[in-house]
C-alpha cells in the first residue's frame, strides 16, 4: 500500500492526531485540512491545552475552515498595512472600526507584545471571520482569559452610518486585523495557512480573523 507523504507542520507546532483529542477538534472541519496546532510550552499544563483545542474546536462549529492556535509573537505588524488602507481602500475614515480611529501599527506592536498566545481563525469566501471573532472573544473572556480582544477582516458593514459619537453596537463591531496594522499575509504564511492575492473573482479566496487571548 502506498503511504502518503507526511503533512507539513508549522515549526513550533503540535499535530494533534490522537483519536481520543482528535474528538475535542473535528467538530465542523475537515480532517484531512487540518489538525489544531498549539505550539509546545513546557510550563503549560494539560489542562491548559484542551482549553486551547476548544477555542480552536469552537471556531469551527462558528464557521471558521480552520483554526490555529499560535504565539502571539508570530503576528507581525508592517507601517505599509496603515498606507494600504489610506491608499487603496474605500472605508479609510468611513467607521470606528476603521483608521484613522484605529491603533497604529506601533500601537498594535506593544498590544501584541502583552500577550504570549492568540487563535488565528480561517474562512473561505462564503464565511467572514468578524462575527466569529466577536463570538469567540467573549466566550474566551467568560473562559478566564480576560485580557481577550478580537479582530476580523475588512470594514464594518453593521450600520448604514457609522455613529462618530460612539458605537451602538460594541458587542459585535470589531475592527479588522489589516485597520490596526497587522500585515494578514505574513501572519498567516508564519502559521503555515494559506493565502494569496485575489487576482480575480475566480482565485482563491482567504479571510483572516484574530483573537489575542492571553
Not at 471558521?64 to 504565539?71: L, N, S
Not at 491608499?87 to 476603521?98: A, P, R, T
Request: with cysteine; net charge neutral; proline share 6%.
Amino acid at each position: 500500500m502506498e503511504q502518503k507523504p507526511p503533512r507539513e507542520i508549522p515549526r513550533g507546532f503540535l499535530l494533534v492526531e490522537s483519536a481520543a483529542e482528535l474528538m475535542v477538534t473535528a467538530i465542523g472541519c475537515t480532517l484531512e485540512r487540518r489538525g489544531v496546532g498549539v505550539w509546545e510550552d513546557a510550563d503549560m499544563p494539560a489542562k491548559g491545552y484542551s482549553l486551547l483545542r476548544a477555542f480552536a474546536d469552537r471556531a469551527c462549529e462558528l464557521g471558521a475552515a480552520e483554526a490555529r492556535v499560535i504565539r502571539a509573537e508570530s503576528v507581525v505588524t508592517a507601517a505599509w498595512v496603515r498606507m494600504k488602507c489610506q491608499f487603496g481602500c474605500g472605508g479609510w475614515g468611513s467607521n470606528l472600526c476603521c483608521p484613522p480611529h484605529t491603533p497604529t501599527p506601533d500601537e498594535m506592536a506593544k498590544i501584541v507584545a502583552c500577550y504570549t498566545r492568540a487563535l488565528l481563525v480561517h474562512c473561505k469566501a462564503t464565511k467572514r471571520p468578524t462575527k466569529i471573532v466577536a463570538a469567540l472573544e467573549r466566550e474566551i473572556f467568560l473562559a478566564g482569559y480576560y485580557t481577550a480582544l478580537g479582530f476580523g477582516s475588512g470594514p464594518c458593514r453593521l450600520c448604514r452610518e457609522c455613529s462618530f459619537d460612539g458605537c451602538i453596537r460594541p458587542d459585535d463591531a470589531r475592527p479588522s486585523m489589516e485597520a490596526c496594522g497587522i500585515d494578514v499575509y505574513a501572519t498567516a504564511r508564519a502559521n503555515g495557512l494559506p493565502i494569496k492575492v485575489v487576482r480575480d473573482e475566480t482565485s482563491d479566496q482567504n479571510y483572516y480573523g484574530l483573537v489575542l487571548i492571553g
